[in-house]
């Protein structure tokens, strides 16, 4: 069992920055994907980015490239999503998710996780 407990999200101007914290517990840490995840009202969820523990690898959404940053700390069991130079569009409830030893190439897939946080808005004025 994983449990997974986020922080962070609130209102930010348009252009502004915001980061979300990822705290994991009840697995060993190294062998999880951890993800991100959005939905905004009347939207499909999408995946926004995502980092295996395990080397490092990451994914991220063309929508958000050069703007967010994923990252691990393993000493703090945690994930953070720095959002840069954000927009109305990213606009969203935001989740992070967790899998244990994840292949690749389903890191943008909600379904392929099975351990979910609480989510936090996250709201751009413009």
């Known amino acids: 069992e994983v449990q997974l407990v986020q922080s962070g999200g609130g209102l930010v101007q348009a252009g502004g920055s915001l980061r979300l914290s990822c705290a994991a517990s009840g697995s060993t840490f190294d062998d999880l994907a951890i993800g991100w995840f959005r939905q905004a009202p009347g939207k499909e969820r999408e995946g926004v980015s995502c980092?295996?523990?395990?080397?490092?690898?990451?994914y991220y959404a063309d929508s958000v490239k050069g703007r967010f940053t994923i990252s691990s700390d393993r000493a703090r069991n945690t994930v953070y999503l720095q959002m840069d130079s954000l927009k109305p569009e990213d606009t969203a409830v935001y989740y992070c998710?967790?899998?244990?030893?994840?292949?690749?190439?389903?890191?943008?897939?909600?379904?392929?996780?099975?351990?979910w946080g609480q989510g936090t808005q996250v709201t751009v004025s413009s």
């Open positions: 980092i295996g523990n395990s080397d490092g690898y990451t």
């Open positions: 998710a967790a899998e244990v030893r994840l292949l690749r190439g389903y890191y943008s897939e909600s379904y392929a996780f099975s351990y």
